[in-house]
């Protein structure tokens, strides 16, 4: 298994705070993703990170920001939590951009209930 | 609009049975992959196809990718329960840093 830890795994909040879920990998990899997963939508991009302190908007990236500051670790923060932010959150890592069809590993996901 | 259309989104069978899964798009794709994904998890790789008309077998799972590169089918023989689980493609795209996703297949195969 690729080395991604996801946290926290699982978190409930309510609605107008902020949330951070990090994303720690001890493969040295170059890209970093992270995604969100609902129903009948399968996985749309958040935000990326091809390297330190470079990250580009993905597809749904209104409401969340993004930080890397080391190689290692990526965070996703939910500046205001709203309740359509209720989801599943993947974080992944890959050696290689998008576009050359290499494999991308993930991470377990995290669960975020906003209420 | 999925920029990456899978049918069917649920599928339920019994054990044995084929069936297949497709992944279509107007779009060209330099390469297109299939994850599975099961039920507190993170996707999986199943394969990469990156010719056009290509055929890859992964045991009882054979996966094409259509001449034009616009779109891909996943085909399993003699389904089994350990096959049950959410089938997504991926396309990767000239210029693109991030793999686009389908929609996701859910397969439940009845023993």
């Known amino acids: 298994d690729a080395g991604i830890t996801q946290s926290p795994r699982h978190k409930v909040t309510e609605t107008g705070t902020p949330v951070t879920l990090r994303c720690h990998q001890t493969?040295?990899?170059?890209?970093m993703y992270w995604y969100r997963q609902d129903p009948g939508h399968g996985l749309r991009l958040i935000h990326y990170?091809?390297?330190?302190?470079?990250?580009d908007k993905g597809e749904v990236s209104d409401g969340y920001s993004v930080s890397r500051s080391k190689t290692e670790d990526f965070l996703l923060t939910l500046e205001s939590a709203t309740s359509s932010q209720t989801s599943v959150y993947f974080c992944?890592?890959?050696?290689?951009?998008?576009?050359?069809?290499?494999?991308?590993?993930f991470g377990e996901g995290s669960w975020l209930t906003v209420v | 609009t999925q920029l990456l259309e899978q049918s069917p989104q649920f599928l339920s069978i019994q054990e044995g049975e084929n069936l297949t899964v497709y992944c279509n798009s107007s779009?060209?794709?330099?390469?297109l992959q299939w994850y599975r994904q099961e039920p507190g998890e993170g996707p999986v790789l199943l394969v990469t196809?990156?010719?056009?008309?290509e055929v890859k077998k992964l045991k009882r799972l054979t996966f094409q990718f259509g001449d034009a590169r616009k779109d891909s089918s996943l085909h399993i023989t003699a389904a089994q329960p350990g096959d049950t689980g959410l089938y997504l493609c991926?396309?990767?795209?000239?210029?693109?840093?991030?793999?686009?996703f389908g929609s996701g297949t859910r397969l439940q195969v009845q023993p």
């Open positions: 992944a890592i890959s050696d290689f951009d998008g576009s050359s069809g290499n494999t991308i590993y």
């Open positions: 493969e040295n990899h170059r890209y």
């Open positions: 990170s091809y390297g330190v302190k470079d990250t």
């Open positions: 779009s060209v794709f330099s390469s």
């Open positions: 196809v990156v010719t056009g008309g």
């Open positions: 991926a396309g990767a795209r000239t210029g693109r840093r991030a793999l686009t």
